[in-house]
């Protein structure tokens, strides 16, 4: 069974900046997709960016310009960096992998809480 571990969270001011890492239990390569979600109190969990094997990389409208995702596959690692951080990015962040061999499965991290403060 793949576990992934994440850490980097904690409470932050508004304008600051954190870095999530999360690691997985096996080789990177075999995850066509990562992604970060994250869910506020009371809301669903949401996509924040995706970033596939080939390094392309997508985000929710809301994180543009201030998110960025990445992965290093010699760690089987990925990240989101994130500044100018709003009090509404406060959730709890998830990683997720999803390997497509031999059958699709997602795989996902136990969250980690993101507290930004006004």
């Known amino acids: 069974q793949v576990q992934l571990v994440e850490s980097g969270g904690g409470l932050v001011q508004a304008g600051g900046s954190l870095s999530l890492s999360c690691a997985a239990s096996r080789s990177a390569f075999s995850f066509n997709v990562m992604a970060w979600y994250r869910q506020a109190p009371g809301e669903q969990r949401q996509l924040v960016a995706t970033?596939?094997?080939?390094?392309?990389?997508n985000y929710a409208d809301s994180v543009k310009g201030r998110f960025t995702i990445s992965r290093d596959n010699t760690k089987n690692t990925v990240y989101l960096q994130m500044n100018s951080l709003e009090p509404e990015d406060t959730g709890v962040y998830y990683c997720?992998?999803?390997?497509?061999?031999?059958?699709?499965?997602?795989?996902w991290g136990q969250g980690t809480q993101v507290t930004v403060s006004s």
């Open positions: 970033i596939t094997r080939g390094g392309g990389t």
């Open positions: 997720y992998m999803r390997s497509d061999y031999p059958i699709k499965t997602n795989f």
